[in-house]
């Protein structure tokens, strides 16, 4: 957590430590950070020294500074200044740097828009090769503000499925909207469907279709990447990335069409589902079957009133869940009183 506020590790732990203490002396934290005492004395005169922490009052007599201690006098016991004072500086710093990085950003960004050699190279470049195409990828996603909207297909080829999972997590923590069209055979990969679970479960919106038409992520409507067929860069790995420009436009314009058709991809117990398409009804035979599961009738009861097997019964339910995309005969009858099938 102070890692971001520029401590390390082992004082963080230190400064943690403390912070659950009045005072302590360097051996009362030893034992409570499993740091050494010659290491934990370093950590503690250079939190003093940055303002961070000093020497407690009842410490000072008999020692002629905050590392020495003469033979009979107890050991130094430190205190932490209070945060809100030690700690503030440090956060207004960083903010001035951060608004430093972004002026500086803004600069170069206009800088290279104005000074491209060509008026093509200011709306598409071409990056090559696995680590520069997971290099810009990572770029997109973690310099999206706004949002994300991705197109899914095929097997990753130059970003491992794991370093884009944790792209998603970190864009998804900082508050960004982050929706996905999946091809349904994306869903085929193994272990995919526990990652988009997870991805669900974390807030990533996602819909299922058919097929969609190219790989694709585009970030803040500013900046899209869409891979290329690796034969044109001779094997290797391969993408263009759209900046603003009508043909940025035409991809997003794109993918809100496929989301539009794309079906609501859900969470299950089991895994995910996908709502089913408005044209799939249940027949009148399956809708008679619904009616008496919905009144509480045991599938016996049921087949022997239609004059049907038990068979029979089974296979019109588990379609009717299949339509209703649902686990369990709860859920059906959800889905069917909100889909008016009876």
């Known amino acids: 957590m102070l890692q971001s506020l520029g401590l390390g590790p082992a004082e963080e732990a230190v400064y943690t430590a403390l912070l659950a203490r009045p005072t302590a002396s ?32 009842e410490a000072r007599s008999g020692v002629s500074g905050p590392s020495d ?47 491209a050699a060509h008026p093509a190279g200011s709306v598409v ?57 999946a091809a349904k055979d994306y869903l085929d990969g193994p272990d995919v469907a526990r990652d988009v679970k997870a ?20 970030s803040d409507r500013e900046r899209a990447m869409v891979p290329l067929d690796m034969t044109d860069s001779g094997g290797e790995p391969s993408a263009i990335v759209v900046h603003r420009s009508g043909l ?13 058709e ?6 299950t117990t089991t895994g995910v589902r996908a709502q089913p398409t408005t044209d799939q009804q249940p027949t009148e035979g399956e809708l008679e079957v619904l009616a008496l599961l919905l009144a509480g009738v045991s599938d016996r009861r049921a087949a ?5 097997s038990i ?16 686990d369990s005969r709860l859920q059906l009858g959800w889905h069917a009183a909100r889909a008016g099938w009876l």
């Open 199 to 218: 991805g669900i479960a974390a807030g990533v919106e996602m819909r299922l279709a058919d097929s969609v038409p190219l790989k694709m992520v585009v």
């Open 26 to 57: 360097a051996q009362d934290l030893v034992r409570q950070t499993g740091l050494d005492e010659a290491e934990t004395t370093r950590i503690l005169l250079d939190l003093t020294t940055r303002g961070l922490a000093a020497v407690a009052t």
């Open 304 to 308: 022997s009133q239609l004059g049907l």
């Open 125 to 181: 470049e071409v990056v090559v090769g696995v680590e520069q195409v997971a290099h810009r990828f990572h770029q997109l996603q973690r310099g999206a503000q706004r949002e994300l909207l991705v197109f899914l297909v095929g097997a990753p080829t130059a970003v491992p499925r794991d370093d884009a999972d944790l792209s998603e997590s970190s864009a998804l923590d900082r508050g960004v909207d982050f929706r996905v069209v």
């Open 311 to 326: 068979r029979t019964v089974e296979r019109r339910t588990r379609r009717l869940m299949d339509l209703a995309g649902a």
């Open 69 to 115: 201690c003469d033979a009979g006098s107890r050991p130094a016991r430190y205190r932490l200044t209070p945060p809100s004072v030690a700690l503030a500086p440090i956060l207004v710093e960083q903010r001035n740097a951060l608004h430093r990085a972004e002026t500086a950003f803004s600069m170069l960004t206009e800088q290279y828009r104005s000074t």
């Open 248 to 260: 940025l436009t035409a991809l997003v314009h794109l993918f809100e069409r496929e989301w539009a």
């Open 262 to 267: 794309a079906r609501p991809l859900y969470a």
